[in-house]
């Protein structure tokens, strides 16, 4: 198999730079996720692999070898988009074949069919044309027609995206494991970020055409790049504040609503940082009604119950509302109850308040 190569890859249309110099390799049998907001370029990035669209400058390489310039048919990748692309002539089963019999490959295609088919629960309407089908089924026939073919790069454009939510988390824990079968160099996009994490060894985080950062789900969680990126990563999302950090007795302190409160240090000494935003996820607050050091004291403006969790928001003296994400069966407070926020000084994310740019601080948090 082929390892997949993006090296300053740009693309323009008009004023609008959908990719703006990106670099980015996949290995062979590795799934990296390209997880951004809408519009920040990730189709427009797959169909350039494809052959789609070419260039403006850079270079895209399978195997050491550009594909810059290659019909889409001899590049030796496999894609499944988010509009499907079945042939609306043909039952589902007729296009999963259709690559295999274009290529004119040998062995048992009927074979290969069932068995994709069952592995994406979509052998029960093998025989149905894409009108008969739902989405979701025309999604998982689409995939399968992406993966019978072995190919050496498989593009993935949001592929559980009209999956119902039962299969969606199924297909979750069971596509990682269905993808390595084959060593192909997978790139995975997605606008969701809990299926980013569950199912890619690396995530590529794209925003406005720029990969911000690169790295496991685990690291990306735990140290964003930026603001931006953190605010991507976490349901809620992220809680932050603006502060000035001052060091004291090796100690790292900032205001907080009027509540001096220390802050992570990681293992060397601290220094004044200046203006900073500090950043908490909702899942490290801590909430009670006693008071004491670090305490900050709050009111529970409302509660809301989210399946697993009990979504708190919080409104400090200052007016700032934070929001807490508790156990469903933890009654901590209720609505108007007055309480106190904590947070652990490991728990807290320093970033720059003019760039965004995450302070590079070592902390030792893990994804959630």
């Not at 490959?105 to 052998?123: H, P």
């Not at 992406?146 to 592929?159: F, R, S």
Request: proline letters at 5%.
């Amino acid at each position: 198999m082929a390892r997949l190569e993006l090296s300053s890859v740009g693309k323009a249309f008009g004023s609008v730079r959908c990719a703006d110099n990106l670099s980015l390799a996949v290995e062979s049998g590795e799934i990296v996720a390209v997880f951004g907001p809408s519009g920040s370029g990730k189709t427009v990035l797959l169909r350039m692999i494809a052959g789609m669209f070419e260039p403006d400058e850079g270079d895209i390489l399978v195997g050491g070898q550009s594909i810059v310039g290659a019909p889409p048919e001899r590049r030796g990748i496999g894609m499944a988009f988010q509009n499907f692309a079945l042939f609306p002539h043909m039952s589902a089963r007729d296009n999963i074949a259709s690559g295999l019999r274009a290529k004119g490959a040998g062995g048992d295609i009927a074979a290969k069919v069932a068995s994709i088919s069952s592995l994406l629960k979509i052998g029960h309407v093998l025989d149905h044309r894409p009108r008969e089908l739902s989405n979701g089924q025309k999604q998982r026939t689409a995939l399968a027609r992406a993966l019978i073919g072995n190919p050496e790069v498989l593009l993935l454009d949001d592929p559980l995206r009209n999956v119902d939510a039962k299969l969606r988390y199924e297909m979750r824990l069971e596509l990682p494991s269905l993808l390595r079968r084959g060593s192909a160099s997978v790139l995975y996009v997605t606008q969701d970020y809990r299926e980013a994490m569950a199912i890619a060894d690396r995530i590529a985080v794209l925003i406005e055409g720029r990969l911000v950062q690169v790295a496991r789900p685990e690291e990306i969680y735990a140290k964003p790049a930026s603001v931006a990126v953190a605010r991507l990563f976490g349901d809620p999302s992220i809680n932050l504040a603006e502060v000035t950090p001052v060091a004291e007795h090796g100690a790292l302190f900032a205001d907080i609503a009027g509540t001096r409160v220390r802050l992570d240090t990681g293992d060397r000494e601290p220094i004044d940082l200046g203006a900073c935003w500090v950043g908490v996820r909702p899942d490290d607050l801590v909430i009670s009604h006693a008071p004491g050091d670090d305490a900050i004291p709050a009111r529970v403006v409302a509660v809301t119950p989210m399946h697993e969790k009990a979504v708190l928001l919080l409104r400090f003296s200052d007016g700032a509302e934070w929001l807490a994400a508790l156990p469903s069966t933890t009654t901590v407070a209720d609505a108007d109850d007055n309480v106190f926020v904590r947070f652990a000084a490991e728990a807290s994310l320093l970033f720059d308040r003019a760039t965004g740019v995450r302070i590079g601080l070592p902390h030792r948090r893990q994804a959630a």
